[in-house]
């Protein structure tokens, strides 16, 4: 299987995906998107942190960052050969690339999230849901793979196509190698991640706060999601929130480009991911700007996190 000389752990990704045995254009898509992070980082080190002077679909002012990843991603999305429609936070409607929906791929993606934060040097990442024919107005179970890339001191890539989570970093030639597979989140956490502003939380929601502030949790948020939950993913315990508030009762984040990768990813990796009332990826989306409640990470503390809200709202 692998190399004589070489360890497992030096395997790039198109041969650990072969090895894996995994469709030929799934593993075709997922090569191209690898492939796309090298511009993307290209364009978070030289580009223009300025406006673009146009906004996305939620109204928010888009960064020329946003739209330079966005244009860099599509293109390769079409470049497969693979894809059957695409659709992106920055754009506003879903884009047809191929009729041919039996042997291609659709897939949604958040280009660069996190992208207020490239000009204070913090974390960001891109976030990719997959899914088998044309339709992107399923619910998140049905993806066939997830995968993201963040673009930290280290460019480390994770995807899971339904067998497992596994971590890639970039080397020196740009290329991307195992670092670790079947990466498992414990039942339980000792790091939480509260998104949103505490003052407009639900009484449900606070109290689960309060329990993990007593019960000794260590915050741990940098206001980019990928890095947020990639902390919880590899170091294998926590929790992440952006709730519902007393002002906007389905949260912050959207369901097709970041809760429903991140919930396959997590619930992959023994996790789990619940709008407090319900499984994320049991939501089936009825328009691309779909928003929830979110908590995601060790199933213990989602469970409880459940429990306080069934209770208290
Ligand atoms: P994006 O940059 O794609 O709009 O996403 C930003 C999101 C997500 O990265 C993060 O978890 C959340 O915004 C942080 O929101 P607050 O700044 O309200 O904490
Ligand atoms: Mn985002
Ligand atoms: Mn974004």
């Given at each position: 299987m692998t190399e004589p000389g070489k360890t497992k752990f030096q395997i790039d990704l198109r041969r650990y995906l072969r090895e894996r045995n995994e469709n030929r254009d799934l593993t075709r898509l997922i090569c191209e998107l690898a492939?796309?992070?090298?511009?993307?980082i290209n364009s978070i080190r030289t580009g223009d942190l300025g406006v673009a002077g146009t906004s996305n679909l939620y109204g928010e002012q888009q960064l020329a960052l946003d739209v330079l990843s966005d244009r860099i991603i599509r293109k390769r999305l079409i470049h497969s050969g693979v894809v059957a429609n695409m659709v992106s936070e920055e754009t506003a409607d879903i884009i047809p690339v191929s009729p041919d929906c039996e042997e291609k791929y659709s897939v949604a993606f958040d280009?660069?999230?996190?992208?207020?934060l490239v000009d204070v040097n913090l974390a960001?990442?891109?976030?990719?849901s997959i899914y088998k024919g044309c339709e992107l107005f399923q619910a998140g179970r049905n993806q066939v793979a997830a995968m993201y890339i963040l673009y930290g001191p280290r460019t480390t890539m994770v995807y899971s196509t339904g067998n497992g989570v596994h971590e890639f970093a970039m080397n020196q030639l740009m290329e991307y190698t195992l670092?670790?597979?079947?990466?498992?989140?414990e039942p339980r956490g000792s790091i939480y991640s509260p998104g949103g502003q505490r003052n407009?939380?639900?009484?449900?929601?606070e109290k689960f706060v309060r329990n993990l502030e007593e019960s000794?949790?260590?915050l741990r948020y940098s206001g980019g999601f990928v890095p947020d939950i990639n902390q919880i993913l590899i170091k294998g315990r926590g929790v992440f929130l952006y709730p519902h508030l007393q002002d906007a009762p389905?949260?912050?984040?959207?369901?097709l480009f970041e809760l429903n990768p991140m919930a396959f990813l997590m619930e992959q990796a023994g996790g789990a991911a619940s709008t407090g009332r319900q499984r994320i990826l049991d939501i089936v989306p009825g328009s691309i700007d779909d928003r929830a409640p979110v908590?995601?990470?060790?199933?213990?503390e989602v469970a409880r996190a459940e429990e306080y809200i069934a209770a208290e709202g």
């Open positions: 492939e796309a992070s090298k511009y993307v280009p660069l999230d996190g992208s207020s960001v990442g891109t976030i990719i670092v670790q597979e079947n990466i498992q989140v407009k939380y639900s009484p449900g929601t000794g949790a260590k389905n949260g912050k984040l959207r369901l908590f995601i990470g060790c199933r213990e």
